[in-house]
């Protein structure tokens, strides 16, 4: 750890985090952030309510009184990494309530002090002291817990002005250390105590005596020790008796073999209940000499009665400078270790011994190793194992994991993820330890068959990131797993609970389910929580009524909204499912069979209803047959009709008729003065000739003729015609030059037999009939004279008959 600071490496920590242990709930409006903004002074302008404000990682070399002044309110102060060179603590004195005052990181040689009454945490640590920092004045804060200090030497007396202050944590950075008076840290009173060692200089191994006399947890930085083991010194007897240290950590620590088992028997026999060693070099010769030998066991003979409270050895990243050292020595005095918990970490340790005679540990962390299938094969000593921490290792073979299990009796939690596990089914039989309830084998490269291996009793299984694609039907049965972790595999649906009858929490994020079968609600009925999202969901019906079933449910949908989005159809794609909806006629067949068969019969209903009530049929019978009429006029051209033509229409009707005609039917066709002639026959007939002479006459005149059909005519007139059309091809079936008017309406019997034509018209219905309705009339008129104007040919104009 060096206090050398430069703005290019200011790595800015735009959160300011407050010292630990410390609980105070600030907002915003009063946190000031100045971090990394190469500041040579205080700046001015910082708003007067500032409670925390953060000057860390700047260029700043001195503060004054007029900086802090105007801040009456500052509780919190950071001006680590600067280039403060002197202080006046007299420039925080209107600041009564600064509680928490960082200088660490800068160039202090020299400082004045002023009592402040709230001041709870003091860092000077990293800076340039000789003597340390300690004023008359430091003695009078009892609320100090935190204090931070440097400097080069440490003198007997030192600490007595602070001696009877009750402190939570000292920090001591001693990196250019030249003299330490022995016994002078135990005149601290503190419950942690950490120190940074220089790291070029030879570990100073009263510092450790003094510090485990001092406080109950002990950490040091930078442990160096070049020199012989005939200069190291063991405790004095009468210090062991004052060392009261129960939690140590050394952190990075560079030490040959022989030391190092010298310090181990220092704390096997100190207080020390949990021994941290991180960052751990060795070096130097394992096999022992004998006069090396000689010394050990002497410190060990004066100790032989005591008991060791060492409970916890923690060894984390461990690297050794050795070619090739006999590892057996080293493991065999790890398995013989009578602990509770043994971490072994990052050591490249490819093996460990199976202790000789039960053991007391359980607890095992031996994460970030080399270990392999061979490990602990048949061990059956570690009776009291309970927890087994495998990660990052190169166990490959599932079934020898189980076996290897089988006799630790109290084993409850294996956690073997990210190895290279695998298992085949032709694979001999699995045999986990019974007692096992949570396993972790996710990061794997397992496969489906893995639940043909699975401990029976497991309650937290964590599969994820493994290979598996379905879940195996014929599997046995999980009856208290709970928790099941799936994630990261290829799934495509979600697993049923026919094996697992207890789950309650399902993770199965990231797989590739299109559409959750919506059943799994029903099978599962214990679960609690369902995960699944990051899958690619097809949003269809299907998929709404699975989320519909979840959300009413008891199990909640896990992991957030942003998660659970529609890949497919390309439609929805990118649509978060909560705001995925179709509706409920498009989901379903029944209602929208049902729906439709609604609207067809109102259709129909409304159609039947206009139909009767305004006879709808007819107007459009009517328009249809005006517009076909008005075509054929267009089309025709004048010169195809014959040029004898006077008439547009000949009008045939029964005596009984004529009121009809003459006051109806001839005024509304002849409307407009002369645009009609009509041949009718009280007015057109010539005398002295006969009356079929005449109505030839007349028909082949006329552009049209037309008959107004009623009972009377077809008793009384119809029979003048029906020979005449025998006769002539001029009235042939496909001539439209017929007009029927159906003025009332004809009973089938009343026609005799031999009016075939008539018959036949009939028949084929093509007659207007008379609407009894008035407002129908003007269609009626409207059409019939459609059906006969045409020009006629100039002559008819001139000639009358
Ligand atoms: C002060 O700033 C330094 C550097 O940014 C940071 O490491 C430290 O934690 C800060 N102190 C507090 C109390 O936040
Ligand atoms: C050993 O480790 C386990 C698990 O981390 C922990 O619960 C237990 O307290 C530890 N034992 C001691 C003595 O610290
Ligand atoms: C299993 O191990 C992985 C990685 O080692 C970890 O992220 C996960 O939380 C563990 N699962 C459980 C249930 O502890």
């Not at 990075?252 to 190092?260: A, G, H, K, P, Q």
């Not at 790890?334 to 918990?341: R, V």
């Not at 797989?511 to 969901?537: H, V, Y």
């Not at 008539?758 to 059906?787: D, Q």
Request: glycine residues 2%.
């Amino acid at each position: 750890m060096g206090s050398s600071k430069s703005v290019s490496q200011c790595t800015c920590v735009f959160l300011f985090t407050l010292w630990n242990n410390v609980e105070l709930s600030i907002e915003n409006k009063f946190t000031a952030n100045y971090s990394c903004s190469f500041l040579t002074n205080v700046p001015k302008g910082i708003p007067m309510q500032t409670k925390v404000l953060d000057l860390s990682q700047n260029n700043i070399y001195a503060v004054h009184i007029s900086d802090f002044s105007p801040l009456p309110e500052l509780q919190v102060l950071n001006l680590s990494h600067n280039l403060i060179s002197k202080l006046d603590f007299s420039a925080f004195k209107f600041n009564n309530d600064l509680q928490y005052l960082d200088l660490s990181h800068n160039n202090m040689s020299i400082i004045k002090c002023q009592f402040m009454e709230e001041l709870r945490h003091l860092d000077l640590s990293f800076n340039k002291f000789n003597a340390l920092p300690i004023c008359q004045e430091l003695g009078i804060m009892f609320q100090l817990k935190y204090l931070g200090l440097s400097g080069t030497m440490i003198r007997r007396s030192d600490f007595r002005a602070i001696a009877h202050l009750q402190l939570n944590t000292v920090f001591l950075t001693l990196e250019d250390l030249t003299d330490y008076d022995s016994g002078s840290l135990p005149d601290l009173s503190t419950r942690n105590l950490h120190i940074v060692f220089p790291t070029n200089k030879d570990f100073n191994f009263s510092l450790l005596y003094d510090g485990m006399s001092t406080s109950e947890k002990l950490e040091f930085f930078n442990i160096k020790y070049d020199l012989s083991y005939k200069d190291f010194q063991f405790p004095p007897l009468s210090l062991e008796k004052e060392f009261k240290t129960s939690n140590l950590i050394l952190n990075n620590v560079d030490l040959s073999w022989t030391i190092i088992l010298r310090i181990f028997m220092i704390v096997w026999y100190s207080h020390v209940e949990s021994f941290t060693v991180k960052n751990l070099t060795f070096g130097g010769e394992i096999r022992l000499n004998k006069p090396d030998i000689s010394s050990i066991l002497k410190y060990q003979e004066q100790h032989f009665v005591s008991e060791s409270l060492i409970k916890v050895v923690t060894l984390e990243h461990v690297r050794n400078k050795l070619f090739y050292f006999n590892q057996e020595i080293v493991y065999l005095a790890f398995s013989k270790m009578n602990i509770e918990n043994l971490t072994i970490s990052d050591a490249n340790m490819p093996y460990m011994l199976c202790p000789e005679e039960s053991s007391l540990f359980q607890y095992f962390d031996f994460s970030y190793n080399d270990l392999t299938d061979e490990v602990f094969k048949n061990c059956s000593t570690l009776t009291h194992l309970e927890t087994f921490i495998l990660p990052r290792n190169k166990f490959e073979k599932l079934s020898k994991v189980s076996s290897m299990t089988s006799k630790m009796i109290s084993l409850k939690h294996l956690d073997i993820s990210r190895n290279l596990l695998y298992y085949n089914e032709d694979e001999k039989q699995c045999n986990w330890t019974e007692t096992l309830v949570k396993l972790n084998l996710s990061s794997n490269k397992l496969t489906d068959a893995v639940f043909k291996c699975l401990p029976l009793h497991v309650q937290i299984l964590d599969l994820q990131n493994n290979q598996i694609s379905t879940i195996p039907k014929e599997i046995t049965e999980l009856q208290a797993l709970s928790e099941l972790n799936i994630a990261f595999n290829r799934l495509t649906d979600l697993p049923g609970c026919r094996h697992f009858s207890a789950l309650e929490f399902l993770n199965i994020e990231m797989n590739q389910i299109l559409t959750p079968s919506s059943d799994f609600f029903q099978s599962c009925q214990n679960i609690r929580e369902l995960k699944a999202g990051l899958n690619p969901f097809k949003c269809s019906c299907e998929l709404q009524d699975f989320i519909n079933i979840a959300k009413q449910g008891p199990a909640r949908l896990g992991g957030s909204p942003e998660l659970y989005v529609c890949e497919y159809p390309e439609g929805w794609k990118g649509t978060q499912l909560k705001d995925f909806h179709l509706s409920k006629i498009a989901c379903n067949t029944a209602l929208l069979l049902v729906t439709v068969l609604i609207i067809t019969v109102v259709l129909v209903a409304l159609v039947s209803f206009l139909c009767i009530y305004f006879d709808a049929p007819w107007y459009l019978k009517m328009i249809w047959q005006w517009t076909q009429t008005r075509r054929w006029v267009w089309n025709r051209h004048i010169d195809e009709l014959p040029s004898h033509l006077q008439f547009h229409a000949f009008i045939s009707y029964s005596e009984h008729d004529s009121l009809w005609v003459k006051n109806d039917l001839i005024p509304n066709l002849e409307r407009e003065e002369g645009s009609i002639q009509l041949c009718v026959h009280e007015r057109n007939f010539i005398p002295g000739k006969s009356i079929v002479e005449n109505i030839i006459n007349c028909i082949e005149k006329s552009y049209k003729s037309i008959f107004v059909l009623s009972p009377n005519f077809v008793q009384s007139e119809w029979g003048h015609y029906e020979l005449y059309f025998a006769h002539h091809k001029l009235f042939s079936e496909s001539s439209n030059s017929l007009i029927l008017i159906l003025l009332d309406p004809i009973p089938q019997y009343i026609i005799p037999a031999r009016y075939h034509k008539l018959k036949a018209l009939m028949a084929k219905r093509t007659y207007l009939e008379w609407p009894k309705e008035k407002n129908k009339h003007g269609l009626f008129w409207a059409n019939l004279r459609a059906a006969i104007n045409i020009n006629l040919p100039l002559s008819a104009k001139t000639n009358k008959v």
